[in-house]
Antibody, heavy 115, light 107 residues
Framework: EVQLVESGGGLVQPGGSLRLSCAAS????????MHWVRQAPGKGLVWVSG????????TYADSVKGRFTISRDNAKNTLYLQMNSLRAEDTAVYYC????????WGQGTLVTVSS | DIQMTQSPSSLSASVGDRVTITCRAS??????LGWYQQKPGKAPKRLIY???TLQSGVPSRLSGSGSGTEFTLTISSLQPEDFATYYC?????????FGQGTKVEIK
């Protein structure tokens, strides 16, 4: 059974940093592109970032470029999102998503940026 | 960036009704489109990919069609478990973009 379990969310002040993790199991993690998608409270879905199977290629939404870094550790079956210089508009549930086209989603982790 | 225009933003329907949701892409995306269902407090669930391929386990009353710039999701006979919010997603090119969502409510 495919499982994606996000962690690392929480309350952070504007300008602060947070690192999200996504632990993957039930499939060959190193074979898949992985992505982060976020959803602000009461709003729609927004793609944030993606990374290829060996971590050599990354891509970002303009809204996070230069502030967020996606990475992965295939030995640990884990996807990461390092988020720096956080802003109030980054407040959202962050989902870890498998594949292109995307199929499985984690349950999400809430990031709240507020003073 | 490719813009995805989804309509309607919400609709009210009764059990047994036929429902159609449309997504229009600002440029051609071949058939690189998926449909997702989201219920409150839950993660999205994939229903359809490649515009018309039904995800395993998804009931056949749901169907997708279209190619290029016009796409539709159809529910042939709405069931109680279908009341949710639906999103289209284009994955033809980065940045991936979602439609604004369609909330399907009980009439």
């Amino acid at each position: 059974e495919v499982q994606l379990v996000e962690s690392g969310g929480g309350l952070v002040q504007p300008g602060g940093s947070l690192r999200l993790s996504c632990a993957a199991s039930g499939f060959t993690f190193r074979s898949y592109w992985m992505h982060w998608v976020r959803q602000a409270p009461g709003k729609g879905l927004v793609w944030v970032s993606g990374i290829d199977s060996d971590g050599s290629t990354t891509t970002y939404a303009d809204s996070v470029k230069g502030r967020f870094t996606i990475s992965r550790d295939n030995a640990k079956n884990t996807l990461y999102l390092q988020m720096n210089s956080l802003r109030a508009e980054d407040t959202a549930v962050y989902y870890c998503v498998r594949g292109t086209p995307p199929d499985y989603w984690g349950q999400g982790t809430l990031v709240t940026v507020s003073s | 960036d490719i813009q995805m225009t989804q309509s309607p933003s919400s609709l009210s329907a009764s059990v047994g009704d036929r429902v159609t949701i449309t997504c229009r892409a600002s440029q051609g995306i071949r058939n690189d489109l998926g449909w997702y269902q989201q219920k409150p407090g839950k993660a999205p669930k994939r229903l359809i990919y490649a515009a018309s391929t039904l995800q395993s386990g998804v009931p056949s009353r749901l169907s997708g069609s279209g190619s290029g710039t016009e796409f539709t999701l159809t529910i042939s006979s709405l069931q109680p478990e279908d009341f949710a919010t639906y999103y289209c997603l284009q994955y033809n090119s980065y940045p991936w973009t979602f439609g604004q969502g369609t909330k399907v409510e009980i009439k």
